[in-house]
C-alpha cells in the first residue's frame, strides 16, 4: 500500500526566506502526487499536481514542486514567502491503478509559520 | 459558485447521539467525497460517490457510519451512535470528473462528541 511521509511537523522561516517542504512517498510505481494547502479554519486548496510529464511542476501562489523518481520524493518549494503563507501543507499520493485521483492518502502534514 | 458548503460548521452532541453533517457540492460536480481530519490519524477518505452512487465505502470506520447521496445537490454523513473518538473534522468535497481533475473541499465540520 502506498504512504506518504512529511518528516517537518512544523517548520518556521522568515518573511522573504526561501521554503522547500520534503515529501516522500512510497509506492512500487510513480503515483498521482499532489500538494494542498490548508489555512486556519478553511478546507483544503490544490496547490499543484504531478501525473506525468516535466517533473518540475509549478503551482499557484508562486509554488513549484519537484518529482524525483530517484529519490521517492516531492519536495514543494518557494523562492520567497509571504506573511500569508503562513498555513498547514499537505502532501497526498493516489494510486492511478487503483481509484485514480479519487483515492488521495495524505501526509500528516507540515505547519509553517512566517516570522516578519 | 458559492463553492462546497458544509453545515453545521461546529457540532457539538453528547455521546449517543444521532449526528448528522451535511453537504452541498459545487452544481455540476459528479463526484462527492467525505473526509476525516484528526490529529492522530490525519486526513482519511471515507466514501466517495459518483452520480450519486456510493463507489468506494472502505474507509468508513464502522457500522455506526453512514453516508447518502440522495440527489446531486445533497450528501450527508450520519453517525449513530456517535462516540467521543468520532470528534475530528469533517470535509466534504465535490470534483468534476475522474482525473486529472481537482477536488474543491468545503470548510468542513469541526464535531465534538462529549
Known amino acids: 500500500a502506498q504512504s506518504v511521509t512529511q518528516p517537518d511537523i512544523h517548520i518556521t522561516v522568515s518573511e522573504g526566506a526561501s521554503l522547500e517542504l520534503r515529501c516522500n512517498y512510497s509506492?512500487?510505481?510513480?503515483?498521482?502526487l499532489f500538494w494542498y494547502v490548508q489555512s486556519p479554519g478553511q478546507g483544503l486548496q490544490l496547490l499543484l499536481k504531478?501525473?506525468?510529464?516535466?517533473?518540475l511542476v509549478q503551482g499557484i501562489k508562486g509554488f513549484e514542486a519537484e518529482f524525483k523518481r530517484s529519490q521517492s520524493s516531492f519536495n514543494l518549494r518557494k523562492p520567497s514567502v509571504h506573511w500569508s503563507d503562513a498555513a498547514e501543507y499537505f502532501c497526498?499520493?493516489?494510486?492511478?491503478?487503483?481509484?485514480?485521483?479519487?483515492?488521495?492518502?495524505f501526509g500528516a502534514g507540515t505547519r509553517l509559520a512566517v516570522h516578519p | 459558485d458559492a463553492g462546497v458548503i458544509q453545515s453545521p460548521r461546529h457540532e457539538v452532541t453528547e455521546m449517543g447521539q444521532e449526528v448528522t453533517l451535511r453537504c452541498k457540492p459545487i452544481s455540476g460536480h459528479d463526484y462527492l467525497f467525505w473526509y476525516r481530519q484528526t490529529m492522530m490519524r490525519g486526513l482519511e477518505l471515507l466514501i466517495y460517490?459518483?452520480?450519486?452512487?456510493?463507489?468506494?465505502d472502505s474507509g468508513m470506520p464502522e457500522d455506526r457510519f453512514s453516508a447518502k447521496m440522495p440527489n446531486a445537490s445533497f450528501s450527508t454523513l450520519k453517525i449513530q451512535p456517535s462516540e467521543p473518538r468520532d470528534s475530528a473534522v469533517y470535509f466534504c468535497?465535490?470534483?468534476?470528473?475522474?482525473?486529472?481533475?481537482?477536488?474543491?473541499f468545503g470548510q468542513g465540520t469541526r464535531l465534538t462528541v462529549v
Open positions: 468535497a465535490s470534483s468534476a470528473g475522474y482525473m486529472n481533475t481537482e477536488a474543491f
Open positions: 460517490f459518483n452520480n450519486n452512487v456510493p463507489i468506494d
Open positions: 504531478y501525473f506525468s510529464g516535466d517533473t
Open positions: 497526498a499520493v493516489a494510486d492511478p491503478f487503483s481509484g485514480g485521483y479519487n483515492k488521495l492518502i
Open positions: 509506492y512500487g510505481a510513480t503515483p498521482y
